[in-house]
Every structure is written in C-alpha cells, then in structure tokens.
C-alpha cells in the first residue's frame, strides 16, 4: 500500500463575518482527499495570545489584508509539510511551530500555521472517511487521560452584545443564556431560539433598536448591565421557561477591555471600580440573579484579584479564564497552580495549532477545570470547532446568537450530528 502523504497546499485570502480579510488553507493528499479551512479573528484580544499577521498595508482592507500569511502558507509553510503523514498531526503542528521558532508565533503568524493545522486535520478525516468529530476523538485519546467519549456541548447564546462586540453603552461584552434543563441538543437550541426571538418582539415593544451586533445578538442602547439582564428575564418567562431552572445566564465582562491604571472604568454607568468592589459587584449579581457563569470577571494581569474572586465565587459560579489562559498551556498550568478560575475558555486562534489546542483541554480536564469551546467575533462558514466540541467532549460551546450564518452553521452542524449519529447530550448536573 502506498503510503499517505500531504501533497499540496494552497491558501486564500478570504474574508471574516465582518467583512475583514482572513486566512484559508486548503491540503491535498495523494489519494486526492482534501479539505479546506477558514481562520476566525477575534475583536477584543488578550495580550498573551498568539500573533495574527496583517499585511500592515494602508493601501488594501486599511492595512487588515492578509497575503503576507497566505505567502508564508504557499511558500515556507509548505515546504515544510509536503510529503509528512497528514495522520500524524502533531509532528506537523510540531513541525510548524519549531521552524517558526517564537513563542507566539510571530514569525509566520498562528493565522498561518493554524490554516493549516485545521485543513489538515480536516483532510485526515476525509480521508478516513470519517465525521471529523470522530478523527478528532481518535487523536485525542492519545492526549488525555480522562478517557472520555463524544458528547453534545450545551449551548452558550450570547443573545445581547455590548462592549466591544457592539455600538451601545453597555460596558459588558456579552449576555448569554445557557438552556441546561434538557435532555437534547435539539431541546436545549430551541429553548434559546424561542428566548432570542421573544427578546426581539420585547425590544421592538420598548422602541429599542433591534439590530445585532459581532455575535449576532441585539445591541440596543442600553447602559447597564442590570437592565441587560432584566431584558433577558423577561423574555425567558414571555417565552414559557424558568430561568435558574431551565436556563441560566452567563456574562463575559472581558473586563480587560474597560481596565484603566489599575481600576476597572464602566464608562456607561459613569462608575470606578478597584478590584475588590469589581469583585464585590459580581457577587451582588450573582446573588441577585441565576447566573451559573462569568468569563473574564477581572483584567488578564490581576492574578491576586482572580484569586479572591475565585475564592469568593468559585465554588458556586463557573468562572471562566479567557484573556486570563489564552489557550496557552503555560498560562493554564499557572492558573491551577495558583487555584485561579475554575474553567478555561478555548479558542484555537489564541493558540495557533490544534495540537496545543487538544494539550489545553487536557489539561484542563485532567485538573478538574471545564474547558468551553468558543468562536470568535470574526468568524467564517467553517464549522470545525461544532466538531472539536464533540470530539473532546468539552460540554460546552459559545458560539453565538442564532442569527447570522457564520454563527448558526456551527448549530446546525451539531443539530445534524446528533441526529444522524445519536450522540449522547451532556447532562446538566454534569456541567456545572
């Protein structure tokens, strides 16, 4: 038998659900298989995550162009992966990230050497003739010890948009719900749908404007988050469920957005928070509210406020390190070591390879800490991380509102997984 090899590579400059250039990759193997990848960009980026190459030129997409990446993938990058066994994926992500020599991937750019990572992947499931969720399970089995096997994410709809994601007031960037009183992908999706579209008719009532934002949720002009979330309450129960029992709400602050010198600013509400008070208003919402999950509660850098809002909150709210982890397997070790977060929010871009990406979620996995797939602001048609979901039986998925296709493709993608392959669903007292 002739043995498989990549035989070529080719990329794209496309562009990003915002209308930015991005990165796709496709690889071809010898026996003609081949697949093809998108890469997504994120609008408020941590520090700590791994570069993305932008041509930096004013005179194309006022500098956002992307043929620099695309140049290094026909060129270097190929080189370096022409004739490798596309089934061993960690030798080539391995490969990548040794001749780009850097830390953070400046070098080629993670946009670049995760184009690749990803089409690869994809490829060696075709090949196989597999569902890629399967292939990914195959490789991840040799990663982790948790010995887990492929199941449903429950849902993370981010239904109302501020911060960065959205031209309003509101300071924080996203307000989620999480449908976790169901049995099925297919229950759980629907209960958000008929709360997102409730919360639609609420704001055409109030003469609220009902366009969305990055993440397909609505961004009315609001100021605060109170009001945010008494809008999301009300249409929970316009919508016939019962919120802290058959869905909860999640809010990602992405409070290193609105960290100034030391003190966290909420420019709508006019107000200046030191950590402790940031910490002490949290657990006022919590307390007032069912909210089971906060993501990025506090700056990427304030370690020993993580530890008192861990300390504070950890124990009964799912707080989630996103700017804090980057994905990064360094910054995930930390955070354990230093019991800082009790969830790591996974997002392939900040990392740069699907290889570290897997070494992320086993990490987290493996010390207790839930891992949650997520997309980014800009995102693509490509589906891929609907079936990493899967595939490392993370248990849950942020991937927007149900609206916009490059957000609804990644539900649809799991909505026809579990029907055609009845992949259990996550159960609720095993997510929180």
Known sequence: MTKLTIKDVLAFEVLDSRGNPTVAAEVILSDNS???????????????????????????????????????????????????????????DGNLCKADGTDTKKAFGANSILALSIANLRASAACKSIPLYKHIHSLYKDVSKTNRTPTLPVPMLNILNGGAHADNSIDFQEFMIQPLGFNTFK??????????????????????????????????????????IELILEAIKTSGYKAGKDVFLCLDPASSEFFQEGKYFFEGEDKLLDTEEMISYLKTLTSKYPINSIEDGLHEDDWEGWKSLTKSLGSDVQLIGDDLFATNPKRIRRGIEEKVANSVLIKMNQIGTISETMEAVSISQEN???????????????????????????GQIKTGAPSRTDRVSKYNRLLILEQKFKIPFIKENEVI
Request: glycine residues 10%; contains cysteine.
């Open 368 to 394: 207790g800490y839930k891992a949650v797939i997520s997309h980014r602001s800009g995102e693509t048609e490509d589906t891929s991380i609907s079936d990493l979901a899967i595939g490392l039986a993370a």
């Open 187 to 228: 229950s759980a999706l629907r209960c958000g749908v008929e709360i997102f579209h409730e919360l639609k008719n609420l704001l055409k009532n109030k003469n609220f404007n009902t366009s969305v934002g990055d993440e397909g949720g609505f961004s009315p002009q609001l100021k605060t988050a109170e009001e945010a």
């Open 34 to 92: 081949s697949s093809l990848a998108y890469v997504p960009s994120g609008a408020s980026t941590g520090k700590y995550e791994a570069l993305e190459l932008r041509d930096q030129d004013k005179s194309r997409f006022q500098g956002k162009g992307v043929l620099k990446a695309v140049n290094f993938i026909n060129n270097e990058i190929k080189e370096l992966v022409i004739g490798l066994d596309p089934l061993d994926q960690k030798a080539i």
